[in-house]
Structure formats: structure tokens, C-alpha cells
């Protein structure tokens, strides 16, 4: 019953579902990008969901991250997220990793997922982000905001990543400015094209970058190529490769 209405779409019908049951996705950040993320996803039947965030909630985080509500200022993201995301569907078996990912834990804790969405807020993660994945062989779904822009981008081993367009060089002002709705927009844009993935159906945002602008209300799909030189794609460890998702 809870699924009906998704079931009678062609492209993901009985047989999508159950893939979507069997699916298994990491969530890195449980904030305003998360929260609709993890909402969709739950919402929409993946069986395996994994919560990856190192923060409690400021009463700051409110205008975004809807996940969180007032009563939760001074609660663990991954917590306060569970208890409603578990309230939402319960039958998605949610785990949680309460721990800030660096280079020596970010592979264990990737590995296993079918497709990695990453919801931080500052480009030293993203990049760590996009490497563990390329080495593991993990499609990832990237967005950001700032403001009332945004953008969405699927990176994998055989397509552009961030790096590849020189998004290291990128030092954004802190505290980045967002509004809430920014944040839902890019945040449902990233679940769209992580539900896409899971079930290999129409096409991936990879090598299509697609930037929002919330404030003439259009959307601009950039063509992006691998850089030769990326040193993220570079640094390929092929000793480590995982499960090849394609
Ligand atoms: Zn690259």
C-alpha cells in the first residue's frame, strides 16, 4: 500500500521496488542537503540507509534542516534524524555513523553502499568524498548550495568529478548563506537522481551539471569533461577497487 502509487510507473513497477528494498545508500550529512534526501529515500523504500554526520543541532540549523526540530537543539544529527526518518517508514534498516570521516576511515565506511549522496557544506569533504568513491568504484551523487543557487552533478570513475573542474580552488564564504527552500530544491534533485541509479533508469546526471537559480527561477545543464589531469581520477587505487557498480 505504501508503495502503490510509485508501482504504477513503468520504469520502477514490483521489480524496481524490490531492487530499490535490496539498495543500500549512504547519506554523508544529515543537514539541509540531507534532510530531504534522506526523507525521499526513506520515504521511498530503500532498505538500507546509513546516516553519516559528527554534529548536534543549533537552533541555526532550523530554516534548513527540517529533519531537526526545535526540541532537538543539542541532539546528534544521526539521532534526531533516525527517530523521524524510523517514524516516516520503518521498515528501512537505518544505521548511523557519528564520526568525522577522514582519509583512514572513509573507505570502511563507504564500502557496501550502491550509491554514495553527499550533503556536506565544505569542499575539503566533497573532494575526500568523490576520491573514496572513484576508488571504490561508487556512483555519487554531489549537490551544493549557496544562496538561492544550487547545482547537482553525478561523479563516477569514468566520468567528471568536482576536481576535474577545478572546484578545489573554490573557497566559499563561511558561514554559506542558504535559504531553506535552496536547500530542499538541490536536496530533491540529489534523491531524484540517487533513486535513477539505484534502479538504472533514464539518464544520469554524469558529465551534466545542472545549476539552479532560485532567483530567475531557471536551470542551466553545463556539459563537463573528464580533466586528464584531475588529481582525484590521478590517484586511482586500483589495489583497493571494490564491487564494479558500472
Ligand atoms: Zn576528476
Redesign the pocket.
Known amino acids: 500500500m505504501r508503495y502503490e502509487r510509485q508501482l504504477l510507473i513503468p520504469q520502477i513497477g514490483q521489480k524496481g521496488q524490490e531492487r530499490l528494498a535490496a539498495s543500500k545508500v549512504t547519506v554523508i550529512g544529515a543537514g539541509g542537503l540531507g534532510s530531504p534526501v534522506l526523507t525521499y529515500l526513506a520515504s521511498a523504500g530503500v532498505g538500507k540507509l546509513q546516516i553519516v554526520d559528527c554534529d548536534v543541532v543549533s537552533e541555526s540549523n532550523l530554516n534548513r534542516q527540517f529533519l531537526h526540530h526545535t526540541d532537538d537543539v543539542g541532539k546528534l544529527k544521526v539521532l534526531s534524524a533516525k527517530e523521524k526518518l524510523s517514524m516516516l517508514n520503518p521498515d528501512v534498516v537505518l544505521s548511523t555513523v557519528n564520526r568525522r570521516l577522514n582519509g583512514e576511515n572513509i573507505e570502511e565506511c563507504l564500502i557496501g553502499s550502491d550509491v554514495v549522496v553527499d550533503c556536506v557544506d565544505n569542499t575539503d569533504t566533497r573532494i575526500m568524498v ?1 576520491r573514496a568513491c ?1 576508488n571504490l568504484n561508487i556512483p555519487l551523487v554531489e549537490g551544493g548550495v549557496s544562496g538561492l543557487y544550487g547545482y547537482v552533478i553525478d561523479i563516477g570513475r569514468d566520468y ?5 573542474l577545478g572546484y578545489d580552488n573554490v573557497k566559499p564564504v563561511t558561514p554559506i548563506p542558504v535559504l531553506g527552500v535552496t536547500a530542499g530544491i538541490i536536496g530533491c534533485m540529489q534523491a531524484n537522481e540517487c533513486i535513477k541509479l539505484l534502479l538504472g533508469i533514464g539518464e544520469p546526471l554524469y558529465g551534466r551539471m545542472l545549476n539552479y537559480d532560485g532567483l530567475s527561477g531557471t536551470w542551466e545543464e553545463i556539459q563537463v569533461k ?2 586528464e589531469n ?4 590521478a590517484n586511482l587505487n586500483i589495489a583497493t577497487r571494490g564491487k564494479n557498480n558500472g
Open positions: 568523490a572513484i567528471p568529478c568536482l576536481s576535474c573528464k580533466d584531475c588529481p582525484v581520477h
